[in-house]
């Protein structure tokens, strides 16, 4: 029989190359179908290319914390969660494509270092796993809203993705906090704020 890890191994490096080959599906209708597209399509496509960095981040983030998650429950949250950033994901690339733009190229950087970030935190066991998911969600809710002032107004197809990923995000932060998040030491929050500003200031332009 095939170790469970070498199993799961498999699995996760599956995940990895359809998450970056931009085969994921949707399994939710993307929202804002019927609304108008905006006038500002460069502007737009920036904001969501970083958005759709975001999304691949969170693949990698779940993909590599589900494969130390050490309680049956904490597994089965993270593979919830991680169906609806498949969502995300599709979502975001859809509009891209909509606006005439293209995802990051360094989409696939940004996999490995958040996996490597994911697998380290699935180490340090499910409290301080769950900590460190409350903790990523609240800053993409955080992070979210900012680009909810941003979009421009007429651009209602972005912002209905934006808004709806915004409330999905926040569901998964309380999910992480209803599992027994341990509340992280305050530079490694710090830390985290200025990994993903480097991902958000450089996925705009590349
Ligand atoms: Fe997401
Ligand atoms: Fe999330």
Same mark, same amino acid.
């Given at each position: ?18 998450? #970056?080959?931009?085969? /994921?599906? =949707? ?30 981040? @969170? ?7 589900? #494969?130390?998650?050490?309680?049956? +429950? ?7 969660? =991680? /169906?609806? +950033? ?9 509009? #891209?494509?909509? #606006?005439?733009? &293209? ?5 696939? @950087? ?24 409350? +903790? ?22 972005? &912002? ?16 992480? $906090?209803?599992?027994?998040? =341990? ?17 958000? $200031? ?5």
């Amino acid at each position: 029989m095939v170790p469970r890890i070498v199993d799961q191994l498999l699995i996760a490096a599956d995940e990895a190359l359809r998450t #970056l080959a931009g085969v /994921a599906t =949707a399994a939710r209708p993307i929202p804002g179908r019927d609304e108008a597209g905006g006038s500002q399509p460069r502007h737009s496509a920036g904001l969501m290319r970083v958005n759709h960095s975001g999304e691949i981040c @969170a693949q990698a983030l779940y993909s590599g914390q589900a #494969l130390f998650a050490r309680s049956d +429950e904490v597994r089965a949250a993270l593979e919830s969660a =991680a /169906a609806e +950033e498949r969502d995300h994901l599709a979502w975001c690339r859809t509009r #891209l494509q909509e #606006l005439g733009s &293209r995802p990051s190229l360094l989409d696939p @950087a940004w996999y490995a270092g958040s996996f490597a970030l994911g697998m380290a935190s699935g180490l340090l066991g499910d409290r301080w796993s769950m900590g460190f998911l409350a +903790e990523t969600e609240a800053q993409v809710e955080h992070h979210l809203e900012g680009h909810l002032d941003e979009l421009p107004s007429d651009d209602r197809r972005s &912002r209905a993705v934006v808004l709806q990923m915004r409330d999905d995000e926040q569901r998964h932060g309380a999910m992480g $906090r209803s599992l027994g998040a =341990a509340e992280l030491p305050y530079p490694v929050k710090l830390a985290m704020k200025a990994a993903s500003k480097v991902m958000t $200031r450089t996925a705009y332009w590349v």
